[in-house]
């Protein structure tokens, strides 16, 4: 933290926050990571849950981790809390399972919460959501006919853009395809704002490509990505790296 001259950093509205901030470093009990092991699930799954304390501090602490699910009307409808006794310089971890009946359309809030003693000292918080299990009908795609896009029965206009979420800016490029890369939170913030602005369709200009593609998970942040487009009503050009079905043919001939 920085301030161009010194003595602003006496002003009353800087120094309550900058002495709270060197406070609650020194302290040094931190979650590392926290919540859900995906931010989406297909029916039938299992939600795995967890979080890792850490403890930078001089001294072991014991750390109280509590994890809470919650539905869109607020109602909790999964926890889970267990104290750690957690060394200087090292982390610890806890994880639990959540079977649903059901998915609810609506999403869920994973929050998880470090505690010393009853002070709360650090908390991560994000959504998960139920991916769709029924495969897209032909109504749902845009079409050609004669001069004309349509969508069901009715014209079609394309009014987008190429897109690269906000969140691709602050990685070297070749760390794109991590899947700790893919962040829902900013990408909902920009389809709203795309949807705000009258768009409906977007070119998503990059997909991840994930380490394991053989994995049954292999592409769930793709799906997801999928799935939020289509609840902000955008119609989705997807350019998949390295897929090309023409390479070698003459397309001209095509």
Known sequence: V?????????????????????VRMA????LLEGGAELFSYLPGETVELGAQALNVGRAPADLTVEVDVRDASGARIFEAQETLAVDAGTARKIQRSWKPDALDRAGYEVTVRLLDGEREVDRISHRIEALRSEPAGPEEFVRVEGSRFMLGDEPW???GINYRPGFMAGYPHLNLIAR?????EIIERELDWMQEAGMNAISAIHALMPPNPESPLAYRDQLDFLERCDRHGMKLFFIVPHGRPYQGENVYAL
């Open 2 to 22: 920085a301030v161009a001259d010194p003595v602003q950093a006496l002003d009353p509205r800087i120094l309550g926050p900058l002495t709270g901030l060197a």
């Open 27 to 30: 302290d040094g009990h931190f």
């Open 157 to 159: 206009y394309f009014k």
């Open 180 to 184: 700790e890369c893919y962040d829902p």
